[in-house]
């Protein structure tokens, strides 16, 4: 599953970057200095090329000015107080910077064009390159304002033609341009861009419909209110339609001093997954759980990855609040234990895994660090379960996500290696006496650490727990997985502090995915982080974990609870679906654009 979704992430990642530059502008002041630069440069670099003299280069930069820069700022002035101003998706500044890809595509036909002019003689410059830059801008604006846009059909077409008609209309204005010639090329170009922009669309309706049944641009449109505006529910209510009813497999652990009954924190394991993306279904649910918990019960919450895959994401918050809810309400009618056993750690030529019982409940990490550790399948964790049913009451199993150097799948081996590991530390931790212990609980959530560095709002949490002396920190990061050697480089960092042992988790946030452009769609925890800086963090929690630490007690609960997931098939319906539309986007765009120039070349011979 793992490779299969870096292929088609690969195949998406020329479409992604280029939404992401117009969907994603900087500062207004710097694309308005941008347009202008592109336009003034550009067109003054292809006036000099066609009429070889230096001198051309302010004429150049003149016509950059009249006939791109005045059009572009004036066209989204008025478009974004009259038609636009209600789309969600166009803003002030997202319209500025589409006109800036538009001038850049301008300007790289003039200069193609100025090329073409010392080639061809009958060529006239630069009034022919302003006929080819209207064939090869309509379609491209045509294709984004029709696909993006939620503004009815003439505002979107009024979108789409008004810049590059202002354009047509004040090189005839100023510079003399042929009239009729302008006008017919404009026409032809606004008919044929427009036409072959509506084709490749239907194309893509009409597949898209096949594979999930409903509309694939609406569906696109969802994503990008939510992937631009942080506005969920629309998308949520389509993965809502694709989603399959299914059962979520559950345990939690809430642990609280003795002295007073107040609860210092709560850890969730389940076999859901923490994606798929953003803020949609359950990528926020690790830090929505801490957020919760620490808003009723003044305590930490702490959802490290359980034993999942990307085919049990929860497809909205609706479910998001139906797993809380049911954890919070068990919780609050449970028992608490004030016995737990030290942890014991076993470890093979692959895996390494902990666990620690508390009175019949048992609570396992598992990793292969140093080698990659990605989603385990949910089948480990049920065969586990069978292994041990009737051992224990309630039993956790976390895959720990704390070692990846790039996209790979959990091989057979590596499963059986982290089966051994996790049967064998239960076998031993259950054979040993336990006895009162101890609990301290820290969290902090670092400023300098952001969605972009790969770090979730969750921050660093440290639950530690101290059985007769023997003192271990499950460390929890807010992130999707870490750096090769960074888990080791953390548990020598807790025992500098004075921990005995301690094993080092992450939540596999999703909230981090899609929001720059790397390999794998995300940044791992320590990859852009200054690996010091995050030593000294984890270092700081630790140690206020340590001096929290006082009597405790643990109630644990376990069972399952009905949920809508996206599911395996539909996740690969969806995907499918992504990956064909962008491969046939990349495939076509290209090409058109060069078809419509080369006939707006024939229509000038």
Wanted: glycine share 8%.
């Amino acid at each position: 599953m793992a490779l299969s979704f870096s292929k088609r992430l690969s195949g998406t990642k020329a479409y992604y970057n280029l939404i992401r530059r117009v969907a994603f502008p900087r500062s207004t002041g710097i694309i308005v200095v941008a347009c202008f630069l592109f336009a003034t440069f550009g067109i003054g670099i292809s006036f000099v090329i066609a009429q070889r003299a230096a001198l051309s280069f302010l004429m150049g930069g003149f016509w950059g000015i009249i006939i791109l820069v005045i059009p572009s700022f004036a066209s989204d002035a008025v478009l974004y107080v009259t038609v636009m101003k209600t789309d969600p998706l166009f803003y002030f500044r997202r319209c500025i910077a589409f006109s800036l890809f538009t001038i850049t595509t301008w300007v790289l036909v003039f200069i193609l064009s100025s090329v073409l002019a010392l080639a061809v003689p009958g060529f006239v410059f630069p009034d022919f390159a302003v006929i080819v830059g209207l064939f090869a801008v309509m379609p491209l604006r045509s294709i984004a304002v029709f696909s993006m846009s939620k503004t009815n059909f003439a505002e979107r077409t009024l979108f789409t033609v008004l810049e590059p008609s202002l354009t047509a209309f004040l090189v005839v204005l100023f510079f003399d341009a042929s009239l009729g010639r302008i006008i017919v090329a404009w026409v032809l170009s606004s008919v044929l861009g427009l036409t072959l922009a509506f084709a490749l669309i239907s194309v893509i309706e009409v597949q898209g419909r096949k594979v999930i049944g409903f509309s694939p641009i609406r569906m696109f449109r969802a994503f990008l209110t939510d992937w631009l505006e942080a506005k969920s529910a629309d998308l949520e209510s389509y993965l809502n339609e694709l989603g399959v009813e299914t059962e979520i497999d559950v345990a939690a652990f809430s642990f609280r001093r003795i002295s007073d009954r107040n609860v210092k924190a709560v850890m969730l394991v389940s076999n859901l997954h923490p994606g798929p993306f953003l803020n949609i279904g359950s990528s926020v649910l690790p830090f929505l759980f801490h957020a919760i918990v620490e808003r009723k019960l003044a305590a930490v919450g702490v959802v490290p990855h359980g034993v999942s895959g990307h085919e049990l994401n929860l497809v909205s918050q609706e479910q998001n609040a139906r797993v809380i809810a049911w954890v919070l309400a068990k919780l609050a009618n449970s028992d608490y234990i004030g016995r737990a056993t030290p942890v014991k750690r076993a470890v093979n030529e692959i895996a390494t895994a902990t666990s620690q019982v508390f009175d019949g409940c048992a609570l396992v990490t598992m990793t292969t660090s140093p080698y990659d550790l990605e989603d385990v399948p949910s089948e480990v964790a049920n065969r586990l379960t069978g292994f041990t049913q009737g051992k224990f009451r309630h039993v956790a199993f976390i895959d720990a996500h704390n070692c990846l150097t790039g996209p790979t799948t959990m091989s057979a081996e590596k499963i059986g290696a982290l089966e051994d590991a996790a049967l064998s530390t239960l076998g031993a931790a259950s054979q040993m006496e336990g006895g009162p212990f101890k609990v301290g609980v820290a969290r902090i959530v670092p400023r300098e650490f952001t969605l972009k560095d790969g770090f979730g709002p969750g921050g660093i949490a440290v639950i530690a727990v101290e059985v007769n002396g023997h003192r271990f920190a499950y460390i929890t990061i807010d992130g999707n997985n870490m750096i090769k050697g960074l888990r080791e480089e953390i548990l020598d960092v807790a025992k500098q502090v004075g921990y005995k042992d301690a094993e080092v988790m992450t939540t596999d946030t999703h909230m981090v995915n899609g929001i720059v452009s790397a390999p794998l769609g995300y940044h791992l925890v320590g990859e852009v982080v200054p690996k010091d800086m995050l030593l000294k963090e984890i270092a700081d929690v630790c140690r206020r974990a340590m001096v929290d630490l006082e009597p405790g007690e643990v109630g644990a609960v376990s069972g399952q609870i009905p949920v809508t997931t996206l599911g395996s098939k539909s996740l690969r319906r969806v995907m499918k679906l992504v990956y064909r539309n962008s491969k046939l986007t990349a495939l076509t765009l290209f090409p058109m654009v060069v078809l419509l120039a080369a006939l707006s070349i024939i229509f000038l011979v």
